[in-house]
Antibody
């Protein structure tokens, strides 16, 4: 069974940093491209970032480009999102998701990031 | 960037009703379109991939159609457990979700 478990969310001040983790199990993590998707409270889903299976290619939404960095450790079956220069508008539940040919067949339960002073 | 629109933004229907949601892309995305269901406090769940393919295990009352810029998602007979928000998502050029359609029981 595909399991994705996010951690690392919490309350951070504007301008601060946070690193999210997503622990994967139940599948061959190194074979899949992985994504981060976020959802602000009461709002819709927004794609954030993607990384290929080897970790050599990444893409970002314009809203986070230059501030967020996606990475992975295939030996540890873990996906990361380093978030710097955080803004109030980054407040959201952050989900990691497994890509399957352009669709998200597996999701974590999400971790809440709140950016506030 | 590809923009996605959905209509309606919300709807209320009776149990057993046929429910239809439309999704429009700002440019041709072929059939690179997926549909998700999200219940409150839960992660989204993939229902339809590549515009019209039902994910294994998803009830057959859910269906999708369309290609190019115009897509349709249908629930043939609305059930109480279908109360959720439904999102379309394109993957022709990076990834974009539609704004969602909230479905309620009348």
């Amino acid at each position: 069974e595909v399991q994705l478990v996010e951690s690392g969310g919490g309350l951070v001040q504007p301008g601060g940093s946070l690193r999210l983790s997503c622990a994967a199990s139940g599948f061959t993590f190194r074979s899949y491209w992985m994504h981060w998707v976020r959802q602000a409270p009461g709002k819709g889903l927004v794609w954030v970032s993607r990384i290929n299976s080897e970790g050599s290619s990444t893409s970002y939404a314009d809203s986070v480009k230059g501030r967020f960095t996606i990475s992975r450790d295939n030996a540890k079956n873990t996906l990361y999102l380093q978030m710097n220069s955080l803004r109030a508008e980054d407040t959201a539940v952050y989900y990691c998701a497994r890509e399957e040919g352009g669709s998200y067949g597996g999701w974590g339960q999400g971790t809440l990031v709140t950016v506030s002073s | 960037d590809i923009q996605m629109t959905q209509s309606p933004s919300s709807l209320s229907a009776s149990v057993g009703d046929r429910v239809t949601i439309t999704c429009q892309a700002s440019q041709d995305i072929s059939n690179y379109l997926n549909w998700y269901q999200q219940k409150p406090g839960k992660a989204p769940k993939l229902l339809i991939y590549d515009a019209s393919n039902l994910k294994t295990g998803v009830p057959s009352r859910f269906s999708g159609s369309g290609s190019g810029t115009d897509f349709t998602f249908t629930i043939s007979s609305l059930q109480p457990e279908d109360i959720a928000t439904y999102y379309c998502q394109q993957y022709d050029n990076l990834f974009t979700f539609g704004p969602g359609t909230k479905v309620d029981i009348k």
